[in-house]
């Protein structure tokens, strides 16, 4: 009902910043709460960040104070902003949209740290 792709994605040194974005079409998007999950090599899907429809936001422990999530609904998109990139951040990065019992995901995009 809904279809997610993000983008932004790529290599960056330690320290470095690099903004995410999931674009949204096929339906509604303001009434999703979004999410940002992520899973690196040989681990389990762990979960980022989200924002609600109302714009309250909530953060994992491991990024608090360097990652900031946003939406634009004019635009159907959600931002994730990442400052002051780790090595342990390296990962697979996965949008997520959901509604009451519903849930969607993108099909991740591909962010490494490395110097």
């Not at 899907?45 to 309250?56: E, F, L, M, P, Y």
């Not at 422990?61 to 090595?87: E, H």
Request: hydrophobic share 30%.
């Amino acid at each position: 009902q809904v279809q997610l792709v993000e983008s932004g994605g790529g290599l960056v040194q330690p320290g470095g910043s690099l903004r995410l974005s999931c674009a949204a079409s096929g339906s509604s998007f303001s009434i999703y709460a979004m999410g940002w999950y992520r899973q690196a090599p040989g681990n389990k899907r762990d979960w980022v960040a989200r924002i609600t429809q109302g714009g309250s936001t909530n953060y994992a422990d491991s990024v608090k104070g360097r990652f900031t999530i946003s939406r634009d609904n004019a635009k159907n998109t959600v931002y994730l902003q990442m400052n002051s990139l780790k090595p342990e951040d390296t990962a697979v990065y996965y949008c997520n949209a959901g509604y009451l019992h519903y849930d969607y995901w993108g099909q991740g995009t591909q962010v490494t740290v490395s110097s």
